[in-house]
């Protein structure tokens, strides 16, 4: 049972990144999925979230309008598109399975974003 997520690097502010993250060992396509950041500290961010089905998203109201969330059932597969880029983006950016083995779900080891000119 694993989340493994790609796709961070370093993008220029009002560039774009896609992150990916990629589910194995549970039905991927009955659990809703999220996405969280966390800059140095203790507390994780909420980013997005998408409904098992794919039907019904939500997003933090730093990223509405910039970032979108999507899935991919056949790839056990969740998507993260990041436009507009900006330098409080900068975080590393975790994966997040609700409901998968306890309630807190399981987590990837995270991508680190890193937003600069």
């Known amino acids: 049972v694993q989340l493994v997520e790609s796709g961070g690097g370093l993008a220029q502010p009002g560039g774009s990144l896609r992150l990916s993250c990629a589910a194995s060992g549970f039905t991927f396509s009955r659990y809703a999925m999220r996405w969280f950041r966390q800059v140095p500290g203790p507390e994780r961010e909420l980013v997005a979230a998408?409904?098992?089905?794919?039907?019904?998203?939500n997003y933090a109201d730093s990223v509405k309008g910039r970032f979108t969330i999507s899935r991919d059932n056949a790839k056990n597969t969740v998507y993260l598109q990041m436009n507009s880029l900006k330098p409080e983006d900068t975080a590393v950016y975790y994966c997040?399975?609700?409901?998968?083995?306890?309630?807190?779900?399981?987590w990837g080891r995270g991508t680190p974003v890193t937003v600069s000119s």
């Open positions: 998408i409904a098992s089905a794919g039907d019904n998203t």
């Open positions: 997040n399975a609700p409901g998968v083995v306890n309630i807190h779900g399981i």
